[in-house]
């Protein structure tokens, strides 16, 4: 069974870089057939996906999020990762990673999420 | 960018009857990008249909998925306790978009 989980810090200060990653384990990151997502929620909105990663390496980011936006993968640790910039309290929101299946695009194991307040 | 429009808003019934779920795309999706998910409060969405009507592992056979181009629906033919909760459609065409999700209540 394979389980993602986040973390990271839960208060960051406006203008400062999120720094969340995902850890996943009863599989390995490297498995064919997948790719790993980063996804938030805001309070009591709905879903908005950020950005996914392949394990070779090659992300595709939100373009909305784009310029402010990394994700990165490390395989000997099975971890993936987000860094998102500048922040301010509109990226406040429950944080998600999960695991997209590559053909058709549906998630279909999450992390529990971490929420992430930003406030001064 | 697909914009998902999820109807209706809050659908109210009880426990035993039929459910019947909307997500209208604002440009055609394939049916191979097309899910559903079930969110209950504090928990992350769970994985009910992909591909527009392939359920997923351990999802019961009374959810069921169906549509295809722009008008896809998601069934629950007899409704639990456990399945009031906030569904979403969401699609990954050119890129991701969720629909802005659809709150089953008990009636």
């Known amino acids: ?120 | 960018e697909i914009v998902l429009t999820q109807s209706p808003g809050t659908l109210s019934l009880s426990p035993g009857e039929r459910a019947t779920l909307s997500c209208r795309a604002s440009q055609s999706v394939s049916s191979i990008y097309l899910a559903w998910y079930q969110q209950k409060p504090g928990q992350a969405p769970r994985l009910l249909i992909f591909g527009a009507s392939s359920r997923a592992t351990g999802i019961p056979d009374r959810f069921s998925g169906s549509g295809s181009g722009t008008d896809f629906t998601l069934t629950i033919s007899r409704l639990e306790p456990d399945d009031f909760a906030v569904y979403y459609c969401q699609q990954y065409g050119s890129s991701y978009s969720f629909g802005q999700g659809t709150k089953l209540e008990v009636k």
């Not at chain 1, 996906?49 to 395989?75: E, F």
């Not at chain 1, 944080?95 to 279909?108: K, P, T, V």
């Open chain 1, 1 to 120: 069974q394979v389980q993602l989980q986040e973390s990271g810090p839960g208060l960051l200060r406006p203008s400062q870089t999120l720094s969340l990653t995902c850890t996943v384990s009863g599989g390995s990151i490297s498995s064919d057939g997948y790719y790993w997502s980063w996804l938030r929620q805001h309070p009591g909105k709905g879903l908005e996906w950020i950005g996914y990663i392949y394990p070779s390496g090659s992300p595709y980011y939100n373009t909305s999020l784009k310029s402010r936006l990394t994700i990165s993968v490390d395989t000997s640790k099975n971890q993936f990762s987000l860094k998102l910039n500048s922040v301010t309290a509109a990226d406040t929101a429950m944080y998600y990673c999960a695991r997209a299946h590559d053909y058709g695009g549906d998630f279909d194991y999450w992390g529990q999420g971490t929420l992430v307040t930003v406030s001064s």
